[in-house]
Every structure is written in structure tokens, then in C-alpha cells.
């Protein structure tokens, strides 16, 4: 395993290093202030459309799509120090280079399983940047980490599917531009084989029967840079046959295929946020005085920085030879190592944004510092994408079954 970057990828990592302290920075005060004036809380600031511009013409733009048709067709080693420094900023760097979830996997979903008519109207507007999507699978009557328990309904009537059922928690769904929605239901609720029950269907926003219902707040944010998470309800909304994304019955593994990708690139980011929190706690440990002598010379602070270098390391490897392995073996057989990411990297991120909570004070946990939105971030983490008990239960199986 290599892990040396190859010239494309430290050209990227330059290129996108100089536009992070350029522009992304500088854009994090002036988005909010941008975003207090707006009429509605939901609507974009215009400093977003104006990185989302320049990133657009300094080629960082789709890095995290490996198609070279539609992509910039980087592997997920390549991609993974670029994301990384992404995740420094992660309201609003993702989205500059068109590389923030959900779009990140529905434009996967879309350039893998759709048809031609529907990558033209609904792939090629979103490798744009032009719209928006969201991806509707999670309820919230059912344990929705596993994806056999889903119950939206989605019955063929004619020419149509008629889709019933409760979401929330749908991420990009309180955006104005969000204009279309992935949805998971139930085809063949009975069927013998509970992971042929399930389709994907398309669901524009706008079709009647479709309601936003409200937004979720998490830990008290509405992430407003990524759509916000929201309930949405389909009462009876009709949609063409068409819109079925692939095969009936392919719901759960078009699933499958979606998460892979998305959870390395939760982990990559993670990293990227690590950082930031140790960047912050470095320099509030060296201009801060306490007792009488500065933070940086008390011993507990030497642990704190010192014991998140090493784990950031550590989580790092173990990244890149997750990414180096879905690149020569598939997901499928990275399957432990985007386990144990998913496990390891949310809560090890969390206990060091939190150490830089503590250092910051009452400063850690107000608006002036990005350390409380990090950590609601990083701890919704150990969540979504399946919690982490689930990955730890399956990752337990696999090994004990080397011993049975």
C-alpha cells in the first residue's frame, strides 16, 4: 500500500489549499451576515454562489465523482486528502466544489443505476450546480438502519406509482433549489426475500402530494448550508413509471451502493474537521493566560494536543488504506475497513472537538468559534449512515465467523 500522493493529487491539494485561504475562510463571517439579512433562512447566501463560481473555474468542481464522463474522475485515494481539507470548513466548502451530501450520493445513484432520460434531466443539472436533491429512506415509526423495516409505500397504478409514507430527517429538503427527491419504498411489501421488497423512485418537489412538512433541527441547528433536514410527507403522489431508478426489487442494493462511498467521504471530512479543532485549540492554548501563565504550559493542554495528533494519524491511515482498498478491491470488499472507519472516526472526532470545547471555555460552546456546530456535526455522525452498534454488530459477525 502507497499511500504517497501521485502528482494529480498534490496539484488538487495545492490548488485547493490556496482556495480555502482565500476564499472559503474568509467567506465564513461574511455568509452569516449575508445570511441575517435574507428573507428566508433557507435561501443561499450570495458569497456561496460566488465560491461556488470560482471553484467552478479553478477546475475544483465534482472531485468526489470517480466517472470520468461526469466527474473529475479521481480515485477514492485521490479524493480522500482533498475532502479532508474540505471538512475544515464544512458548511460551506463542500458545497463551493459541488461535493456536499446528499447530492454527492444522488448524483452517484444517478450516473450508476439511471436511465439516459433521467441522468439528462435530473444527473446533468446537478453536476451543475444548478439544483439541488435530497434523498428520502429515513422514517421515523421504524428502525430505519435497517432498510428492510421501511414502510413508504410505493403501489403501481397504470402507468404510475403511487407513493404513501412519513420521512424525516431528509437532508437538503428545506432548500429552495432542492427539486428532487430519491425516495425508498416498498414495492413488494410481501415478497419472500426482504431485500427485493424495495425501489427507488423519483419524486420531483413539486408534485402534488408531496408537503415539506417542518425542518429537524440537530442538537438545535438547522444546517442551513446543506438544505436542512426535514419531515416530508407523500400522501398519494403519482409519479410515471418512469421515474423507477433501475429495477423493482433494486432498492436496497442501489442502497448499499449509495452508503459505501458516502461513509468514506463522512470519515474524510471527519479528519478535516479534527484538524480545524486542533488548529483552534493550538492557538487559544498559546494566547490564552490562566492562573498566571499561558494554557500551552499547563500539562493536561500538552495531553489534550498531543493525544489528538496521534489519534488524527491513526484515523488517517486507516482512511486512506479504506480508500486504497474500495479502489482495488471494491466496497464490497473494503466492507470491515468502511466499518471500522464509520465506527472509529465519528467518536474519536468528537472527543477532540470536545477537549477544544473545554479549552475554549464558554467561547467553545457560543457562535463566535465553529467548535459547537463541528461537534453537532461530528456527533450526529456516530448516527447517520447507520449508527454505530449496527456496524459494530456486523463487523463482529464477520469475525467470529472465521471461528465457527
Known sequence: MDFAFDTRTEELRAKLLAFMDEHVYPA?????????LLSSPWDTPAVVEELKAEARRQGLWNLFLPDEEYGAGLTNLQYAPLAEITGR??????TALNCAAPDTGNMEVLAQFADEQQKKQWLEPLLAGEIRSAFAMTEPEVASSDATNITT??????????????????SGAMNPDCRIFIVM???????????RQQSMVLVPR??????VRRAMKVFGYEDHYHGGHAEVVFDHARVPVTNLIGEEGGGFAIAQARLGP???????????????AIELMCRR??????FGKALAQQGVVHNWIADARVTVEQLRLLVLKTAWMMDTVGNRGAHTEIQAIKIATPRAVVDIIDR????????GVSQDVPLAELYAGARTLMIADGPDEVHQRSLARRELKKYL
Not at 470548513?89 to 463542500?94: E, I, T, V
Not at 419504498?185 to 431485500?195: F, I, N, S
Not at 492554548?285 to 490562566?290: D, G, H, K, N, Q
Open 185 to 195: 419504498g416498498k414495492t413488494d411489501p410481501d415478497g419472500a426475500d426482504v431485500r
Open 262 to 276: 458516502g461513509r468514506i467521504h463522512h470519515c474524510m471530512r471527519l479528519i478535516g474537521m479534527a484538524e480545524r
Open 285 to 290: 492554548a498559546v494566547s490564552r493566560t490562566a
Open 206 to 211: 413539486d408534485t402534488p402530494g408531496v408537503t
Open 28 to 36: 465564513e463571517a461574511v455568509a452569516e451576515e449575508q445570511r441575517a
Open 356 to 363: 477544544a470545547i473545554q479549552l475554549y471555555g464558554a467561547g
Open 153 to 170: 409505500h410505493i403501489e403501481r397504478d397504470g402507468d404510475e406509482y403511487v407513493i404513501t409514507g412519513r420521512k424525516w430527517y431528509i
Open 89 to 94: 470548513s464544512p458548511q460551506l466548502a463542500p
